[in-house]
């Protein structure tokens, strides 16, 4: 069974960066769908970026177009979440997740906290 542990969150100004990781075991990424996720206090949780298991198409929250980027190393069998330019409303708490393309089934990690505040 495919598990998924995220780090790498904490307390930062605004204006400063992040990179959250999500390391999976249990089985292999390389063919799964990938993704980052967050949930804001009162709202509901929402993606932020995610790549299908083809590779071929990334998205982004319009919220987070040119300050978040994604990557992955496969050697790893870990996924990123680089976040430049931080800004209060990112508070939130950060969830990766990944979709086996085969069965459909989608896997969570446990979530980190992310706090911009000065």
């Known amino acids: 069974q495919l598990q998924l542990v995220e780090s790498g969150g904490g307390l930062v100004q605004p204006g400063g960066s992040l990179r959250l990781s999500c390391a999976a075991s249990g089985s292999t990424l390389d063919n799964y769908g990938i993704g980052w996720f967050r949930q804001a206090p009162g709202k509901e949780r929402e993606a932020v970026s995610c790549?299908?298991?083809?590779?071929?198409?990334?998205n982004f929250a319009d919220s987070v177009k040119g300050r978040f980027t994604m990557s992955r190393d496969n050697a790893k069998n870990t996924f990123y979440l680089q976040m430049n330019s931080l800004k209060p409303e990112d508070t939130a708490v950060y969830y990766c997740r990944s979709e086996n393309p085969y069965s459909g089934t989608y896997y969570w990690g446990q979530g980190t906290q992310v706090t911009v505040s000065s």
């Open positions: 790549i299908s298991s083809s590779g071929g198409s990334r």
